[in-house]
């Protein structure tokens, strides 16, 4: 009995020691080493029927009033409009194409939601849709996707085939659901193996910094609050900087070369990474096989996501291309604005 006392003893002792532990570490401010994104001279704002703001920029094409606009949906979760890519694409104006790059809910210059559940992936769709139809009502748009815009895309399309004229998908995030014969999920690098006339270099491997973030205090109790509760335990500031702060080390992995790393701009969201970054999608490959828009699929040379990934994309649509652009990473545009820029206007033009 006396063994048995100092046994809980110890253990109250130490569970104590380690809830305070937390404490502190959870009252201590995140550090800013972004500063946060500000909203540009540019920036506009739609105002969404479930009653919060999603930040845009609109960019005017040159007698624009005879061609469908074009959407840019960026990567993520959780991540948002770079500067960069509204000056890449201001290129279309030129050719005659309005422009409209977004902040998905719940990151960027967008409205932070209430509650954790206010975001998911059908909400995401649902936006789109809104966007579309209220917003800019557009009889039919060009959709352009970047990464975890790809899945968006992917899942919109086949809903509303009739809106869509053609689809880039740019760097294309792994199709989600991943895919699955007989119940039993597959390699994509085994149904679509690299062609030999492709070299592929492999670029710095960044999951050891996001498991790093996933393993701190704030991180970690933040999620449990949003998956049990449905609670932001964490101010959304603090876990923005999380991910403004990792953004700014795995960036590394988007472009062949290093020192071609954009400046982060500080838009990231994590409760919308935390959100969405699940593999909880339906399940929609039979169904594509009825869109028939012409699709563009773009892969870096230096991308981080496989051959296979990219290319489920085009064997899964029946109208769709494959361009592989050398010397470029996950952010063409980066090292590869002009052959971006010349790949995308010669499919939508």
Not at 56 to 61: A, V, Y
Not at 90 to 110: I, P
Not at 268 to 277: F, P, S
Not at 311 to 335: Q, R
Request: aromatic share 12%.
């Amino acid at each position: 009995m006396k063994n048995l006392r100092k046994v809980l003893k110890w253990f109250g002792i130490s569970l104590s020691t380690i809830s305070f532990i937390f404490l502190i570490l959870l009252v201590i401010p995140e550090k800013e080493t972004v500063k946060a994104i500000q909203p540009r001279e540019t920036t506009q704002y739609w105002k969404m029927k479930e009653g919060f703001k999603i930040a845009f920029t609109q960019l005017h094409g040159i007698d624009s009033i005879t061609k469908s606009p074009v959407l840019f949906l960026h990567g993520g979760p959780g991540g948002y409009v770079h500067s960069s890519i509204i000056e890449t694409l201001e290129s279309l104006t030129e050719k005659g194409f309005d422009v409209y790059l977004y902040d998905q809910r719940g990151s960027g210059l967008s409205d932070r939601m209430e509650k954790y559940s206010d975001i998911n992936f059908e909400k995401h769709i649902l936006d789109l849709h809104e966007i579309i139809t209220k917003q800019i009502n557009a009889d039919k748009v060009i959709l352009i996707g970047q990464s975890f815009g790809t899945n968006i895309i992917s899942h919109y399309s086949v809903r509303h085939p009739e809106k869509i004229e053609k689809i880039v998908f740019s760097s294309p995030g792994t199709f989600k659901p991943h895919k699955q014969i007989d119940g039993k999920y597959v390699g994509l690098d085994s149904l679509y193996p690299v062609p030999d006339s492709l070299n592929f270099i492999e670029p710095y491997n960044f999951n050891q910094d996001v498991d790093n973030m996933a393993l701190k205090p704030k991180a970690m109790i933040a999620s449990v609050g949003a998956l049990l509760f449905d609670k932001k335990l964490i101010p959304d500031k603090q876990m923005d900087r999380m991910l403004n702060t990792l953004a700014s080390q795995f960036t590394k992995g988007m472009v062949c070369d290093p020192n071609n790393v954009f400046p982060e701009e500080g838009g990231g969201g994590l409760y919308a990474y935390i959100a969405t970054n699940s593999d909880d999608y339906p399940e929609i490959r039979h169904q594509i096989e009825n869109v028939n828009a012409p699709i563009l699929v773009m892969q870096g040379q230096c991308e981080y996501h496989s051959f296979g990934s990219a290319y489920e994309y085009v064997d899964l649509y029946p109208n769709s291309t494959y361009s592989f652009i050398e010397n470029a990473g996950h952010e063409i545009w980066w090292e590869q604005k002009e052959k971006y820029l010349e790949e995308i206007i010669n499919f939508i033009d």
